[in-house]
């Protein structure tokens, strides 16, 4: 049923989210307001259960492939990302629904892994294009998109409602394959 493929560098290793393996996640999930720019609730083990189903559920719909993170270097899991809005038509598709826990950031975890995405998704997948959607006031994320070498294509203006009410601006990034091949080689 699950045919996640498994992602593997010296750095980490991203597997299938199931609901097997989800409970690993419980302690990174229930750091507070960790994923503050997310319209999505993991803070406690119903939500972050609820937020795998919906993730499966996408999986079996051929729109989203979910991941756990395993940092090789601290031997522990660190977080969950996922392949979503996968339009195989246009050979499109976002990286998104990243969070590691804040013992991860700034530790080259998350620039280690969009890598191995993105080099996945391009390479493997014959993708053209991967999209991000960052909160307009996510800094940090939006300059590590921003390094990877992703284009900023627009602001959506009022766009999600996030958990606490307040309706962010969306800011959309893009990154074409040509672009991803020429500057990393």
Not at 44 to 58: D, H, R
Not at 143 to 162: F, I, N, P, S, W
Request: charged share 25%.
């Amino acid at each position: 049923m699950n045919n996640t493929p498994t992602l593997e560098n010296e750095r980490l290793i991203l597997s299938a989210l199931t609901l097997e393996n989800y409970e690993k996640l419980i302690p990174i999930a229930s750091q507070e307001k960790l994923v503050k720019y997310s319209p999505t609730d993991i803070e406690t083990p119903s939500s972050l259960k609820n937020y795998v189903e919906i993730a499966l559920q996408q999986l079996a719909a051929g729109t989203s492939i979910p991941f756990i993170i395993y940092d090789k270097k601290q031997k522990v899991y660190a977080g969950s990302t996922r392949f979503m809005h996968i339009n195989k038509i246009n050979k499109v598709l976002h990286i998104g629904s990243t969070w590691i826990g804040r013992e991860f950031h700034g530790t080259g975890l998350n620039t280690q892994m969009k890598k191995l995405m993105l080099d996945y998704a391009f390479q493997t997948m014959d993708f053209e294009k991967v999209e991000f959607r960052v909160d307009e006031r996510n800094i940090a994320s939006r300059k590590a998109v921003e390094k990877l070498g992703c284009t900023l294509e627009g602001v959506l203006r009022k766009d999600v409602y996030l958990l606490d009410g307040f309706k962010r601006n969306t800011c959309c990034y893009g990154l074409l394959r040509e672009e991803w091949l020429n500057g990393n080689k």
